[in-house]
Nanobody, 124 residues
Framework: QVQLVESGGGLVQAGASLRLSCAASGRTFSSYTIGWFRQAPGKERVFVAAISWSGTSTYYADSVKGRFTISRDNAKNTVYLQMNSLKPEDTAVYYC?????????????????WGAGTQVTVSS
C-alpha cells in the first residue's frame, strides 16, 4: 500500500514556472515507477510524464516535452514535476500515480495508486 499526496499547484500567468511535488508513504516507494497525469475540465485524464524506479528512465507526452522535467528523490520519497513555459492549455488537475511493477507506461489503467490531485491554472 502506498499513499500519494501532490502539492505545488496554483494560479500563474502564461510563461511562468511551477514545481509540483508528489510525496509518498511506504517503504517500497523507491521500487515504483511514478507517473504524472492531468485532467482538464470535461476531458479525460491523460499522461504527462513518468520516471522509472531508479530515475534513469523518463518519458514525456509530446505536448510537454522540452518544457516539463520529471525527477525523483528516493531518500525523500518524493517525485517532482518541474513545469516551465506554462501555457493556458496546461490548465488541469495534476495527479501523480504509482505503478508497482513493470517499466514506464503511459496508460491510466497501468497505475495502481493515485493521489487526490493538485490544481494548476495558467492564465493568458
Amino acid at each position: 500500500q502506498v499513499q500519494l499526496v501532490e502539492s505545488g499547484g496554483g494560479l500563474v500567468q502564461a510563461g511562468a514556472s511551477l514545481r509540483l511535488s508528489c510525496a509518498a508513504s511506504g517503504r517500497t516507494f523507491s521500487s515504483y515507477t511514478i507517473g504524472w497525469f492531468r485532467q482538464a475540465p470535461g476531458k479525460e485524464r491523460v499522461f504527462v510524464a513518468a520516471i522509472s524506479w531508479s530515475g534513469t528512465s523518463t518519458y514525456y507526452a509530446d505536448s510537454v516535452k522540452g518544457r516539463f522535467t520529471i525527477s525523483r528523490d528516493n531518500a525523500k520519497n518524493t517525485v517532482y514535476l518541474q513545469m516551465n513555459s506554462l501555457k493556458p492549455e496546461d490548465t488541469a488537475v495534476y495527479y501523480c500515480a504509482a505503478k508497482t511493477w513493470g517499466g514506464v507506461r503511459v496508460g491510466v489503467n497501468e497505475y495502481d495508486y493515485w493521489g487526490a490531485g493538485t490544481q494548476v491554472t495558467v492564465s493568458s
